[in-house]
């Protein structure tokens, strides 16, 4: 609330609530002090900066002393250099405080750095739940794949599979799979598939050199990919 002081809006909601000025001074001390605002509490919000508004948001939900608290795009007005901040500031409270926190966002970066699990929703639908390292190194569909982090894809047909081996496209692409292929289905069946490949988990290798896996010949190798054709592509991992 722009008329009132940084001290105001944060026990704004416990006056509400009708909790004594005792236990409110007592809790906005405390909050004041883990926001790091205790020196700000006389000031109107048109006399803080970006980052000092978004700790008074923060401070405003946290004296309430929910057991949830809920972010939605909490950083998206503020530039790059305030939205590291801030998500540092938020990850350790939360760590600190022992919070379960639920984080809205559009920013994969803010995602896949300050959570203990990610939700990934397409159209209203969740795709996977899972920590940051399953959605990137292990991806459940195309979209996840293709949503998270950079790949580069490639198209083409299921040549051949060998265990936990499946060979793309005339070009020989050799891949670690993952679900490889739908039920019942075989090489001969020629299905239609498509790779995702992590430009970072490339790695250059001597002509002629083969690796543990027995590929040789090869510019280049991919040490971790992921694979699907059940649905018509191979997702990297």
Same mark, same amino acid.
């Given at each position: ?12 909601? &416990? ?12 809790? =906005?001390?405390?909050?004041?002090? =883990? %926001?790091?605002?205790?020196? &700000? *509490? ?6 803080? /900066?970006?980052?000092?508004? !978004? ?6 939900? =946290? ?6 608290? *809920?972010?939605?795009?909490? *950083?998206?007005? =503020?530039?790059?250099? *305030? ?14 405080? +022992? ?20 939700? %990934? ?5 969740? !795709? !996977? ?5 399953? &959605? ?12 998270? +982090? $950079? ?8 040549? /051949? ?23 019942? /289905? ?9 790779? +995702? ?7 250059? %290798? ?9 590929? /040789? ?17 191979? $997702? +990297?991992?």
């Amino acid at each position: 609330f722009t008329h009132l002081n940084v001290a105001e809006n944060i026990v704004f909601g &416990l006056k509400v609530r009708g909790v004594a000025r005792g236990e409110r001074d007592h809790r =906005l001390a405390r909050v004041a002090e =883990l %926001v790091g605002l205790g020196s &700000l *509490l006389d000031r109107k919000p048109a006399q803080l /900066s970006g980052g000092q508004r !978004q700790r008074v948001a923060l401070a405003r939900a =946290l004296v309430l002393e929910p057991a949830v608290l *809920l972010f939605d795009e909490p *950083l998206s007005n =503020l530039d790059a250099r *305030l939205r590291r901040e801030m998500r540092e500031e938020i990850r350790a409270l939360q760590q600190r405080l +022992g919070l379960t926190v639920a984080y809205v966002t559009h920013d994969q970066g803010e995602a896949l750095t300050m959570s203990d699990r990610v939700a %990934v929703f397409h159209q209203g639908e969740i !795709q !996977q739940i899972a920590p940051p390292r399953d &959605l990137y190194e292990a991806p459940c569909n195309t979209f996840v794949a293709h949503f998270i +982090g $950079e790949n580069n894809r490639l198209a083409g047909e299921l040549v /051949s599979r060998d265990g936990e081996r499946c060979t793309v496209g005339d070009a020989g692409l050799a891949t670690a799979t993952h679900d490889a292929a739908a039920p019942g /289905s075989s090489a001969g069946d020629r299905q239609r598939a498509g790779a +995702g490949q992590r430009t970072a988990r490339l790695a250059v %290798v001597a002509h002629g050199h083969r690796d543990a896996g027995g590929d /040789s010949g090869g510019a280049a190798r991919d040490d971790g990919q992921r694979a699907r054709t059940a649905d018509g592509g191979i $997702e +990297g991992g």
